[in-house]
C-alpha cells in the first residue's frame, strides 16, 4: 500500500503527484504574490526549501522572504533553506550542463530525506535561459529528462 504525500498548494490549487510545475512571470510582483504562500507553506510544514536564484536578485530574495516572516538565518543555519545562485546550479563551470545540474537535482532531493525532511520545496529562476549562455539549447532536453527523474520523489519543484 502505498502512502499518499500531503498535499501541497501552489497559486491557488492543490499539486497533486505530478509536482514539476513550470511558472512563467511579467514581474518580481508577480512572481513572489505566487511563490510566497507556496514557500511560506512549507516553512509551516517543516520542509525543506531550496532556491535557485539570479545572482543580482539574491540579498532581494532573502529579504523578502524575511518581510514575508521566515526567519532566514535561523533557516539557513538549520539547513531548511538553501540558496544558489544560477552559477552554483544551472551555470558551474561557466556552462549549462544538463546531466550535472540532473544529477545535482536528484542530490537535493535525495538529502532533503537524509536530513529528515519530508518534502523539499525547489524553487528555480531559469531567466539566465532567456540570455545567449552557453548550453543554453539543451534546456529543452533537460526539461523533459527533468520529467522522468522527479515522479521518483515526492518533492515540489517550481
Given at each position: 500500500m502505498s502512502i499518499q504525500?500531503?498535499?501541497?498548494?501552489?497559486?491557488?490549487?492543490?499539486i497533486d503527484r505530478s509536482r514539476h510545475v513550470c511558472a512563467f512571470f511579467n514581474s518580481k510582483d508577480e512572481e513572489y504574490r505566487v511563490l510566497l504562500p507556496f514557500i511560506k507553506?512549507?516553512?509551516?510544514?517543516?520542509?525543506?526549501?531550496?532556491?535557485?536564484?539570479?545572482?543580482?536578485h539574491r540579498r532581494e530574495h532573502l529579504?523578502?522572504?524575511g518581510e514575508a516572516g521566515i526567519d532566514v538565518?535561523?533557516?539557513?543555519?538549520?539547513?531548511?533553506?538553501?540558496?544558489?545562485?544560477?552559477?552554483?546550479?544551472?551555470?558551474?563551470?561557466?556552462?549549462?550542463d544538463q546531466n550535472s545540474m540532473?544529477?545535482?537535482?536528484?542530490?537535493?532531493?535525495?538529502?532533503?530525506?537524509?536530513?529528515?525532511?519530508?518534502?523539499?520545496?525547489?524553487?528555480?529562476?531559469?531567466?539566465?535561459?532567456?540570455?545567449?549562455?552557453?548550453g543554453v539549447e539543451d534546456v529543452v532536453e533537460y526539461e523533459t529528462r527533468l520529467n522522468y527523474v522527479l515522479p521518483k520523489y515526492d518533492d515540489a519543484v517550481c
Open positions: 504525500p500531503r498535499p501541497v498548494r501552489l497559486a491557488g490549487s492543490v507553506e512549507g516553512f509551516d510544514e517543516n520542509d525543506k526549501a531550496f532556491h535557485i536564484v539570479d545572482p543580482e529579504q523578502t522572504l538565518e535561523a533557516a539557513q543555519a538549520e539547513r531548511r533553506l538553501e540558496v544558489r545562485v544560477w552559477e552554483e546550479a544551472y551555470l558551474r563551470e561557466g556552462r549549462f540532473l544529477a545535482l537535482i536528484e542530490e537535493v532531493l535525495k538529502g532533503g530525506k537524509e536530513q529528515g525532511f519530508a518534502l523539499t520545496r525547489l524553487v528555480a529562476n531559469m531567466e539566465w535561459a532567456l540570455e545567449d549562455r552557453p
